[in-house]
């Protein structure tokens, strides 16, 4: 009886996804300006430190870029290859609310398409994009994360208590459409 039960809690372990990493993090309400000079304010902790390569066109169009934060401030560097390395097209400091942090993090391929259906072959395919990830389900930066049928979900409110019905949701393995568009995350970490 014991040998099964132990069997039985292996097999749950073994297919169970831990996707909380943890990660250094740049802050919720820090900024940093877009390349067209508008400045972007950061609505949840953003994960430092990992090569997001996104590519279009079937591959033929790359670009990559890494966030940094240490005790000297923040920044992103930005590329015009896929994987970080080289000279660098440009970097964006970030002015850092506050300090750095560590926080719950989870990798993800994100697979963008121009059909509502996640259909055919992708237009954009970003890889190793790192959100901020806490799955307790509490509400945090106007938004909850959790896991639903062992992939990650996060759920985003227009207001910071998370109540009523959440403005939208986006769950790991399932095709979001996305008005004519659609995309689909892929948890890898």
Known sequence: MYYLLLIASLAFILDARPF??????????????????????????????????????????????IFNCTSDGASETYYEVADCKGTAAGTNPITVNGQCMTGGCAGFTRDQYENGR??????????????????SGKCQYNSTQSC????????????TACSGDPVGVLTAGQCEPRG??????????
Do not use: H, W
């Open 180 to 189: 004519r568009n659609s995309e689909k995350l892929t948890a890898t970490d």
């Open 118 to 135: 996640c259909e055919g072959k992708p237009e954009s395919v970003t890889t190793n994009e790192y959100l901020y990830f806490d799955s």
């Open 20 to 65: 909380a990493t943890t990660c250094n993090e740049i802050p919720a309400g820090s900024t940093t300006m877009n390349r067209q000079n508008e400045t972007v304010t950061l609505r949840e902790p953003l994960p430092t430190g990992y090569c997001e390569s996104e590519t279009e066109n079937g591959g033929k169009d790359a670009r990559s870029r």
């Open 148 to 159: 639903v049928n062992g992939e990650p979900q996060f759920k985003f409110y227009n207001n």
